[in-house]
């Protein structure tokens, strides 16, 4: 199983930045698909941005223009660069990694242990 271990998490203000990381025990290479997902409390885990192997990335509407994902394959590294915070923003961020190519945010993936964002001012 991937080990992911995430960090850069923490207290931001709104309109600040942020920028998680998640390193992985493996080489990143070999990892179909990355990304990240977050939980909000008393809601679900939700998709945030995603990148292929190849490094297509994507994320979703409600972060558009503020997030970016990307990843360090010297590093074995994933991050999310985040712009603009919101106080919508706050959860608890989770990387994921789709190990055996069924798809990214199943029990077959690898997770991080999540990391607390807290946008407020």
């Known amino acids: 199983q991937v080990q992911l271990v995430e960090s850069g998490g923490g207290l931001a203000q709104p309109g600040g930045s942020l920028r998680l990381s998640c390193v992985t025990s493996?080489?990143?290479?070999?990892?179909?698909?990355m990304g990240w997902y977050r939980q909000a409390p008393g809601k679900t885990r939700d998709l945030v941005a995603l990148?292929?192997?190849?490094?297509?990335?994507n994320v979703v509407d409600s972060v558009k223009d503020r997030f970016t994902i990307s990843r360090d394959n010297f590093r074995n590294a994933l991050y999310l660069q985040m712009n603009n915070l919101k106080p919508e923003d706050t959860a608890v961020y989770y990387c994921?990694?789709?190990?055996?190519?069924?798809?990214?945010?199943?029990?077959?993936?690898?997770w991080g242990q999540g990391i607390h964002v807290t946008v407020s001012s």
């Open positions: 493996e080489n990143i290479t070999n990892i179909y698909a």
């Open positions: 994921n990694a789709d190990v055996k190519g069924y798809g990214l945010g199943t029990p077959d993936g690898s």
């Open positions: 990148i292929s192997r190849a490094g297509r990335a």
